[in-house]
């Protein structure tokens, strides 16, 4: 097991390298620069000290290089769209909206998604079951700029009940967390019906039947823990891809989070920002598929991780 | 008895608390969306914190019928030979820090500009026409030798290359810079409430950095004109998307909203008196590579112009967010010559004409083109996609041609426009400052479109140094037909943009003008100071 972190690790590293060798590539490739102008050019002479200012005017494998030393050191640089502070605390700052709505979003719409999946599957063909297949097809397919325009108008505008956007007031977090948390609901209602009724068509439920355990005992005891394996899988690269804010809920909600900079850092040629962040998602995924690895042998000891089965 | 008592107590002292709070106006706005870099309109244009024009106080500004203002400066003269402007500024007018505000401030703001790569400078050379801009942005001459004194404490000296008899309404874009603050922080005063200090009618309070919306409030030091009739002000740009916006307008949460094309009908219904209109004085138009075929001919250029059917495009895909553009400037623009804009009209058989007359009878052999348009925000967003994808079927009913359609970022565009990457364009520009060498300037000597007209060139510099405004008027005119008989352009329309305003709204601000425009924050010092809420 440790053997196998350890090179797990390492292959964090190779792919953080790949990635960030890519992104580099990609982002120099596309034509303009951070201090072209929207309307008008700056003068050449100008254009040309800027560029020297930030190092831009160095060959590409310097400037990647130089990069890369600095995030060795934690030092990602200014981001051009907010000089006086550094990319790790525009990150710090902008990252919390984003983590608290888009956390909470998953944190409450798993398990719910799960309790509606179960219900599902042990009400098979019920009106509960229909239900919620058609509660898992709508939160999948409706866009999420649908479903917040949609709490808008019915909870802010309609009922007057609740403010329709903004921050950081905690009753203004409901509506995006309540959109955040229709795909997490969704997919794991879903995930959790299927695994569900996968698990209980296998042999050794009938057997526990046939022991004489009784049905709560296999449900929640054998069933659940043999039908949590694909959970686990979704679960943490969906709590990344909610937790790092999305742009369409954050500008629908004005939430002053980090999905924007996902966008504005690529439209306005922010280098070093927009490393950073797709440095921050590659590191993220690669731990999560490590901890998920882990979490898999804990789950099913038939499970071992590194393929020493 | 005693929990009574302090009960009371505790009642008495919040209720005394929240007077004040009660009593401040706060007005909750959209605003434009920019990066948010710093708070110096002086330093960034593009890229500026929101509000950073409100803070500081113009030379000039316009009021609602756009007459021009006079704010840090009390009065103008020009001299004799036209080339030397002389701007008296008013006494007393201090720094929120209390410090003096001086014209070694103003004249500081441009020597900075110049020098320190600020994304607006191209204004202060075709616009401005100060005397060695050009070569000091260059980097081949000193900063000393612009033309730009402060020859006391209250009195500015400009001088400039050639006579501008309209730069009284340049200054509305020239604010201070605190000198004293770049002295001891450099350019990052502007980065940090903290450390910012105001000379308008507004100071900041907050700056949500995020999405760039900031709260201005009264400033208790400024002495100038305006003095604002609310509290505190709340400018947030992710209000702007009418989208955003009016779920908030009608939730209360904000005071005005633009609207797109599908809000306007449900808008309209339920707030008649609320609505409100603003001709942008802004044009779109197609722009070509003048030395790319096929566009390196006239009459392919001809036969676009006569192509376009505007009432149609004004009536159908862009009803109520934009009118028909014959000229490149807007009606109510100074200079706007009705005359001239009659002759842009829908002509298909003159359009098939002047494409069969270029070699391309009914379009044969024609090669296909692809348009290039800036995906961009605000009310260009709404016009310029649909529009292009009218012109597709119109050029290809009228004239038979394949135009293929690409949205581009705006470096991107722009990279593609200045470089001559391709051969077609549409492109909007909104005005400056209100004269019409501004959207003559566009194509003057290169301009932004690397245009170069001789005899348009002549023409335009003798009108820009015009001191009578009949003749000059006049020779813009000219410059017009030019244009229109050489086909530099095709002008297609000017947008105008809808709002809705809460009825809590009052004040000369949010009233029309008298051509029935409001121009809401497009004029931002005039309309922020002249608004009130019930």
């Known amino acids: ?309 | 008895m005693n929990t009574l008592v302090r009960l009371a107590g505790v009642l008495v002292a919040a209720t005394a608390l929240s007077i004040p709070a009660f009593a401040q106006t706060t007005v909750v706005a959209p605003s434009g969306s920019t990066a948010g870099t710093y708070m110096d309109y002086m330093k960034t244009v593009y890229d500026r914190g929101t509000g950073s024009e409100l803070l500081q106080i113009p030379i000039a500004t316009f009021d609602k019928e756009f007459e021009l203002t006079p704010m840090a400066a009390e009065s103008w003269t020009q001299s004799e030979d036209g080339l030397t402007w002389t701007f008296k500024l008013r006494s007393g007018l201090v720094w929120s820090d209390g410090e003096p505000l001086t014209a070694e401030d103003f004249v500081f703001a441009l020597q900075h500009a110049a020098t320190s790569g600020y994304d607006f400078a191209w204004y202060w050379d075709f616009a401005g026409g100060i005397k060695g801009w050009k070569e000091v942005t260059e980097g081949t001459a000193d900063v000393s030798t612009l033309g730009l004194k402060a020859v006391d404490d209250l009195t500015i000296e400009v001088t400039t290359v050639a006579p501008k008899p309209y730069l009284p309404s340049v200054t509305s874009l020239w604010y201070p810079v605190p000198k004293h603050k770049v002295d001891e922080l450099g350019d990052d005063w502007s980065l940090d409430v903290s450390t910012i200090v105001s000379s308008g009618p507004f100071e900041i309070e907050s700056w949500e950095k995020s999405n760039n919306s900031v709260v201005l409030t009264k400033s208790d030091t400024y002495t100038g004109p305006w003095s604002p009739m609310i509290d505190r002000l709340e400018l947030d740009p992710t209000l702007n998307a009418p989208e955003v916006g009016l779920p908030a307008f009608l939730a209360g949460d904000a005071d005005y909203s633009f609207l797109n094309t599908g809000q306007v009908p449900v808008a309209t219904s339920r707030y008649p008196d609320g609505i409100r209109k603003n001709a942008v004085f802004a044009t779109s138009y197609i722009s070509y590579d003048l030395d790319a075929a096929p566009f390196n001919d006239v009459n392919v250029r001809r036969a676009f112009y006569y192509a376009v059917n505007r009432d149609e495009l004004t009536s159908t895909v862009l009803k109520d967010i934009a009118i028909p553009a014959g000229s490149i400037l807007p009606p109510g623009y100074p200079g706007y010559n009705p005359d001239i804009a009659a002759e842009a009209v829908f002509d298909p058989e003159k359009a098939k004409k002047f494409l069969a007359d270029a070699g391309f009878p009914n379009g044969e052999g024609f090669p296909d083109v692809e348009i290039w348009y800036r995906d961009e925000g605000g009310y260009n967003k709404a016009i310029v996609p649909a529009m292009a994808q009218y012109l597709q079927a119109e050029f290809k009913e009228v004239l038979g041609i394949t135009l293929n359609i690409r949205a581009l970022p705006g470096p991107e565009w722009m990279d593609g426009l200045r470089g001559k990457k391709n051969n077609i364009f549409i492109a909007p520009y909104e005005y400056d400052y209100l004269d019409p060498s501004n959207f003559y300037g566009i194509f003057y000597n290169g301009g932004r479109h690397g245009y170069f007209i001789p005899e348009y060139d002549e023409i335009v510099a003798k009108a820009d140094s015009e001191s009578d405004w009949d003749t000059r008027y006049k020779l813009y005119a000219e410059a017009e037909q030019l244009m229109i008989d050489q086909g530099l352009i095709v002008p297609l329309v000017h947008p105008v943009t809808i709002a809705v305003v809460s009825d809590q709204l009052t004040g000369d601000g949010v009233q029309p003008n008298s051509l029935g425009f409001t121009q809401l924050d497009r004029l931002g010092h005039y309309f922020f100071t002249h608004i009130t809420k019930q």
């Not at chain 1, 179960?118 to 898992?136: E, F, G, K």
């Not at chain 1, 903004?166 to 995930?191: E, K, M, S, V």
């Open chain 1, 1 to 309: 097991m440790l053997g196998h972190i350890i090179r797990r690790v390492l292959s964090v590293a190779f792919t953080f390298i790949i990635v960030s060798v890519i992104i580099f590539l990609m982002m120099h490739s596309v034509p303009g620069g951070p201090f072209d102008a929207n309307d008008m050019p700056v003068s050449e002479a100008v254009r040309a000290k800027m560029m020297a200012q930030w190092g831009l005017d160095q060959p590409l494998h310097v400037q990647y290089f130089n990069y890369m030393w600095g995030v060795l050191h934690l030092d990602f640089g200014v981001p051009f769209q907010s000089p006086g502070e550094t990319v790790v605390e525009l990150i710090s700052r902008a990252w919390v909206p984003s983590l608290v709505l888009g956390g909470l979003g998953v944190l409450i719409g798993a398990p719910l998604g799960i309790l509606l999946g179960m219900a599902a599957a042990l009400n098979r063909n019920s009106w509960i079951d229909y239900v919620a297949s058609t509660v898992a097809t709508l939160g999948l397919t409706i866009p999420v700029f649908v479903t917040s325009m949609l709490l808008i108008l019915i909870f802010a505008v309609w009922l007057n009940w609740l403010p329709a956007s903004g921050w950081p007031q905690p009753n203004r977090w409901i509506l995006p967390i309540a959109c955040y948390a229709a795909i997490p609901l969704a997919t794991y209602a879903r995930y959790t019906r299927s695994a569900v009724l996968d698990t209980l068509n296998r042999p050794f439920v009938t057997v526990l039947r046939a022991k004489g355990l009784s049905e709560r005992r296999i449900i929640f005891q054998h069933v659940m823990r043999n039908s949590a394996i694909p959970l686990v899988t979704v679960f943490l690269p969906m709590f990344i891809g909610t937790a790092t804010g999305s742009i369409f809920v954050e500008a629908m909600f004005r939430v002053p989070g980090l999905g924007a900079y996902f966008v504005s850092s690529i439209q306005v040629r922010d280098y070093t920002l927009q490393m950073a962040l797709m440095l921050l998602i590659t590191f993220m995924y690669c731990i999560a598929y490590l901890l998920s690895d882990i979490a898999y042998a804990l789950l099913n000891p038939r499970i071992r991780v590194g393929g020493a089965e």
